[in-house]
């Protein structure tokens, strides 16, 4: 965990804060996944990480303490064709203001803060914090909601479209995963709005 944010960014003035974070920004296929965490004073931070540093087992354990222990979470999944509709940027900050609306409705929150350099649009004090899911408890929490529950997610796209290999990649863009959309084609989930290079167009298939 990375000390000296709270430096410039004092915890005592930013009163109950509730912290977002996504997963599933970069994947061809599937949903963005967003979660919201209140997390009380006496939590066990130091199984806290930023999410995509912990292992699979490591991530797990942590859920299910998190949810356990929280003041407030919730969870947020948008759909491929939300994603497609009005672009992965809108969507992931859409999901995360969803997720935070979930628990303002359920716990009073005073600060929110999200990791990346893009805040969702909500009524109160909102920062953005750039690798802030290896900074602040909250958004570490949230980062590892976001993580499990995606991930749980595509093991069903898995069992639902196996020739995809979604258990393995996840959606994201492996060599694995472009073979098999050159193979079969696009899934029913994949992001259209995506344009993934075939081998025709350059040697080094790429997303951009």
Not at 75 to 87: A, K, Q
Not at 151 to 157: F, I
Not at 176 to 186: D, F, L, R, S, T
């Given at each position: 965990?990375?000390?000296?944010?709270?430096?410039?960014l004092p915890?005592?003035?930013m009163?109950?804060?509730?912290?977002?974070?996504?997963a599933g920004r970069?994947?061809?296929a599937?949903?963005?996944t967003?979660?919201?965490?209140?997390l009380?004073?006496?939590?066990p931070i130091?199984?806290?990480n930023d999410s995509k540093?912990?292992?699979e087992?490591e991530?797990?354990?942590?859920e299910v303490?998190?949810?356990?222990?929280?003041?407030?979470?919730a969870?947020?999944?948008?759909?491929?064709?939300?994603?497609?509709?009005?672009?992965i940027?809108?969507?992931s900050l859409?999901?995360?203001?969803?997720?935070?609306?979930?628990?303002a409705?359920?716990t009073?929150?005073d600060?929110?803060?999200v990791?990346?350099?893009?805040?969702?649009d909500?009524a109160?004090?909102?920062?953005?914090?750039v690798?802030?899911?290896g900074?602040i408890?909250?958004?570490m929490?949230?980062?590892i909601?976001?993580?499990t529950e995606r991930?749980?997610?595509?093991?069903?796209?898995?069992?639902k479209?196996?020739e995809y290999?979604?258990?393995e990649?996840k959606g994201y863009?492996?060599k694995?995963?472009?073979?098999?959309?050159?193979?079969?084609?696009?899934?029913?989930?994949?992001?259209?709005?995506?344009?993934?290079?075939s081998?025709?167009?350059d040697?080094?298939?790429?997303?951009f």
């Open positions: 965990m990375e000390k000296g944010l709270f430096e410039t915890e005592s003035d009163g109950i804060i509730c912290g977002a974070d996504e970069g994947p061809l599937g949903p963005v967003a979660a919201a965490v209140v009380p004073q006496d939590f130091s199984i806290l540093k912990m292992s087992k991530r797990m354990e942590a303490v998190i949810k356990e222990k929280a003041i407030s979470w969870i947020v999944s948008l759909s491929h064709s939300i994603i497609d509709r009005i672009n940027l809108q969507a859409m999901a995360m203001k969803m997720a935070y609306e979930r628990v409705s359920k009073h929150v600060t929110l803060l990791d990346g350099n893009k805040k969702p909500v109160i004090p909102c920062s953005a914090i690798k802030g899911d900074k408890p909250e958004i929490a949230a980062s909601l976001a993580k991930d749980r997610l595509m093991l069903l796209c898995d069992r479209w196996p290999g979604y258990r990649h863009p492996t694995q995963h472009i073979a098999m959309i050159e193979k079969y084609g696009p899934s029913p989930i994949t992001r259209m709005s995506f344009h993934l290079k081998k025709k167009e040697e080094t298939p790429s997303l």
